[in-house]
Structure formats: C-alpha cells, structure tokens
C-alpha cells in the first residue's frame, strides 16, 4: 500500500479498527433512539470491538504502512500492533460489566469512544492529533466513574479526577505551546529535536508534557486522583482505568518518545519519580483494606516500572512496555474478575470479604493467587518476564544504580499480594459460599483473561521483537 495517493476505500481500510469502533458507536445510539426498549448493547459492542481488535492485527501481519492523513496520523505496524493489544485487552472488561451494565447503552457508548480517543493517540504524527486522542480517551472516563452511582464517595472521586484531568491537559498544551514556539511546527518529530538541543525552552516543554503524562498515568506525586476514582468506580470501570487507560498512555509515551537517547536532566525526571512510584504505591498499598484502592497504589508502582522503560535503549523499549502492558493488564483482568460477587459494593471491595474466599469459591480463589502472584513478579508467570525486561533493558542502557534501586522497590510490592493469599487460603472460612450463577459467569471471563497469560509465559517470544 502505497502512503500517498489514497482512495477513500484505501483510507477506510486503513483507519479499519476506528471506523469499525464508530460503526459500534452509531449502532447503539441508533439503538437507544429508535427502539422503545432498547437491547444489545453488550453483543454490539464486544462485536465492534472484537473486529476492530482483528483489524489492527490484520493491520500489523500485513506490514501496512499508510498516511491517510499526512502529518497528522499514520499507520504503522508498530501502531497497529499497539492499537490490538489496548483493543484486546478491553474485551474482558466487556465481560466484566455484563452483570453491572448489562444493557446500559451510555455505558458501552463512552467506552467505545475513549478507545477510539486510544486509536487516535496510537496513530499520532501531530500534537493535534495525540491531544485529541488524549481528551477523548479521558473525557469518557470521568463520566464513566459515575455511572453507577454506588458510593457517595463516587462523587469526589470524579471531581478530584475531573480536576487533576484538566490540571494534566493544561500542562500538556503549556508545553506543546513552548515546543511549537521554538521549532514552528506542531509534529511530533518537534518533541526528539527537543530531546537533542541544550536550551532552557526546549527543556521546559519536555518537562511539561512529561508531566502531563505522569499525571494521566498516576505518576507520584501526581497520583492523588488515582486511589479515590479506583475505589470510587465500579468494578469493570476500576479495571478499564487501571488496564486500559494505562496501556493507552504509556504507549502514547512511547510514541513520543520514539528511539530517541534522553539527555541528562530528562533521565534524572525520568528515573526519579518512577522510582518514587514504585516505592511510595508498594508501601502505600500495605495499608489498604480496599482491594480496589490496594490495586491504585499497586497502579502507581506499575506506572513506575513502566516509565523506567524509557531509560532503556530505543529499540528495547517498545518490547519491554508492549509485553509489560500485556502481562499486567491480562493479571489484573483476571483478578477483577476473580472477586467475590456480592450486591454491597464497599462489602465487596473489603479485604475481609477474602477471608476464607478458597473454602467458599476455590476457583475463584486460585485465579485471584495467580494474578497476585504475576503482580508480585513471581518466576516463571509473565509478570516476572515483564520485569525482568524492563530492568535488563536499564542496566544494559548504563543505569546501574537506578536498576538496582528499582528492583529493591518491587521487592516491598510482594507482602500486600501475599497478604491477599494468605487471606484466601490460610484463614477460616466465613460466609456462605458465592452463588453458583455468579461463579460461573466468572469462569468465562477468568479463561479469557488466564490462557493467553500463560502462553505469554510459556511463549514470550510471540510478543518480544514483534513491534
């Protein structure tokens, strides 16, 4: 496929994976308009999405390279490869919300729309095009948060993020604004011109849109929004929040950043404040009775780890956060879908409720072990081979110290995953066991989410070197 030159089919079949995520959009308002008891949301939706996750792999396994719309957005197998697995990794939250959102049409319609916002970022050659594809991911969300309405906390929780939102978009336009004042140009190649020159303006727009970034991703000390939105927000929307959003920022980061070396000042920011993430959400999370809040801080360690990848060398990046994205998304997938079902949110969300949960639902328990384990980074589970790329890549890259500081931080992270197992399988049993409906629709999605892990495992070659 040629890059210039396009048919309007050429360019459909190019932008496949947004138009089929459009497409699904449409359908479901047209539903909720036209039909006096609306239905099909959930089928609608997961098949929009499930074609437009074959879309981009079709997409990425035939080396499509295309600009449709030259200096704005631009298809790539990388970008592709990206776009299937954020799109992917979003199916099981779909499964997750049948019981919550089972035909709740706003619900599906913000969710296809800020995966679309994703698909924008993913495909970005301007700073018009990722701060469009930024606020449409984001914008989505904050409604999302309160959509079922199941705490008074949810409230605050949207404000505080809502907030902290604008304060991150802010911070982003005050820095593409410095970058475009010095280079008069809008593309993203303005950002590693930047990266390269020794001038105080061109170091202020990095750190600011790097900022931005640190805060949509929950980056300490930009990470107060995270712990009251996860614990505020239902479950399947805590999960697209902590998987989804995550993945589709930190890829977006990666976009940015390209190949290009940091110099010294910027990998000071960047190894610094990770390293602040992982140790202060590992520490934070020993003190949690949520599981949903214990999962934010575990976010901001996550988020830590992630970041550190840029520090690594250009060509090892993209592995090293592609795999990490996928092993720590399919983990926290299978342990949203593994809690305890009950209709008290808070009593749901309450480590107590984990007490004895091996003698009450032993599948659901075993689930709920193993994504802990692969959180904590246990051999051989793919959240062990995650890590383990992303500090290989820093000490290969020259950064000893910052490697070795980052590996002590992930070591505090294992006592509040083990405290969750410890909870389950080595303490009485109290309450009566879940009902059978509730573990069996759990099953399905706990399949979904634990297969392709453990092929990751077994297999880690099919993600590495695939970009």
């Known amino acids: 496929?040629?890059?210039?030159?396009?048919?309007?089919?050429?360019?459909?079949?190019?932008?496949?994976?947004?138009?089929?995520?459009?497409l699904g959009i449409v359908a479901i308002l047209a539903v909720e308009i036209l039909a006096p008891k609306p239905r099909g949301a959930l089928v609608v939706a997961?098949?929009?999405?499930?074609?437009?996750?074959?879309?981009?792999?079709?997409?990425?396994?035939?080396?499509v390279v295309?600009?449709?719309?030259?200096?704005?957005?631009?298809?790539?197998?990388?970008?592709?490869?990206?776009?299937?697995?954020?799109?992917?990794?979003?199916?099981?939250?779909?499964?997750?919300?049948?019981?919550?959102?089972?035909?709740?049409g706003p619900f599906h319609v913000l969710l296809l729309s800020s995966l679309y916002g994703?698909?924008?970022?993913?495909?970005?050659?301007?700073?018009?095009?990722?701060?469009?594809?930024?606020?449409?991911?984001?914008?989505?969300v904050y409604v999302l948060v309160l959509l079922a309405f199941r705490r008074p906390e949810s409230l605050e929780a949207a404000l505080k993020y809502l907030v902290l939102g604008g304060a991150a978009t802010a911070t982003f336009l005050l820095g593409v604004s410095l970058l475009y004042g010095g280079t008069?140009?809008?593309?993203?190649?303005?950002?590693?011109?930047?990266?390269?020159?020794?001038?105080?303006?061109?170091?202020?727009?990095?750190?600011?849109?790097?900022?931005?970034?640190?805060?949509?991703?929950?980056?300490?000390?930009?990470?107060?929004?995270?712990?009251?939105?996860?614990?505020?927000?239902?479950?399947p929307v805590t999960a697209y929040m902590a998987v989804v959003v995550k993945a589709g920022v930190l890829l977006a980061v990666l976009r940015l950043f390209g190949e290009a070396?940091?110099?010294?000042?910027?990998?000071?920011?960047?190894?610094?404040?990770?390293?602040?993430?992982?140790?202060?959400?590992?520490?934070?999370?020993?003190?949690?009775?949520s599981f949903r809040r214990m999962i934010a801080y575990s976010s901001i360690a996550h988020a830590g780890y992630l970041f550190y990848a840029l520090l690594g060398d250009g060509p090892g990046r993209y592995e090293a956060v592609v795999f990490y994205v996928v092993a720590y998304g399919l983990m926290n997938l299978l342990a949203?879908?593994?809690?305890?079902?009950?209709?008290?949110?808070?009593?749901?969300?309450?480590?107590?409720?984990?007490?004895?949960?091996?003698?009450?639902?032993p599948f659901g328990a075993t689930m709920l072990g193993i994504a802990m384990l692969s959180l904590a980074g246990i051999p051989p589970l793919p959240g062990f081979v995650a890590k383990f790329l992303i500090f290989k890549n820093v000490m290969a890259a020259g950064y000893t110290t910052y490697a070795v500081l980052g590996l002590v931080g992930s070591y505090l992270g294992i006592y509040f995953y083990l405290r969750v197992i410890q909870l389950m399988f080595?303490?009485?049993?109290?309450?009566?066991?879940?009902?059978?409906?509730?573990?069996?629709?759990?099953?399905?999605?706990c399949i979904v989410c634990l297969v392709p892990a453990l092929l990751l495992a077994l297999f880690p070659g099919a993600v590495i070197g695939r970009g």
């Open 46 to 63: 997961f098949s929009a999405l499930a074609l437009a996750t074959v879309a981009a792999l079709v997409l990425w396994a035939g080396g």
């Open 118 to 140: 994703v698909c924008l970022m993913l495909s970005a050659d301007s700073f018009l095009t990722l701060f469009l594809g930024l606020e449409m991911l984001s914008l989505p």
């Open 426 to 445: 080595m303490s009485p049993a109290e309450g009566p066991a879940e009902p059978r409906t509730a573990v069996r629709r759990a099953v399905g999605t």
């Open 336 to 361: 949203f879908a593994a809690l305890p079902r009950t209709a008290d949110d808070a009593a749901r969300d309450h480590l107590d409720r984990f007490r004895g949960m091996f003698h009450r639902n």
């Open 66 to 104: 295309a600009e449709p719309f030259p200096g704005e957005f631009t298809v790539e197998p990388g970008a592709s490869l990206a776009k299937a697995v954020v799109l992917a990794l979003t199916l099981p939250v779909l499964l997750l919300a049948r019981d919550e959102f089972p035909q709740s």
């Open 1 to 22: 496929m040629n890059r210039h030159g396009f048919s309007w089919l050429d360019i459909a079949v190019a932008l496949a994976p947004e138009n089929l995520l459009l």
């Open 184 to 235: 008069g140009t809008m593309s993203l190649a303005a950002f590693t011109v930047a990266l390269s020159v020794h001038d105080p303006m061109a170091t202020a727009a990095v750190v600011l849109v790097l900022v931005a970034f640190f805060l949509k991703a929950a980056v300490v000390p930009f990470h107060a929004w995270a712990p009251d939105a996860y614990e505020g927000a239902t479950v």
């Open 261 to 289: 070396p940091l110099p010294g000042p910027i990998v000071d920011l960047v190894a610094v404040l990770p390293l602040l993430s992982i140790v202060w959400g590992n520490l934070a999370a020993m003190r949690q009775k």
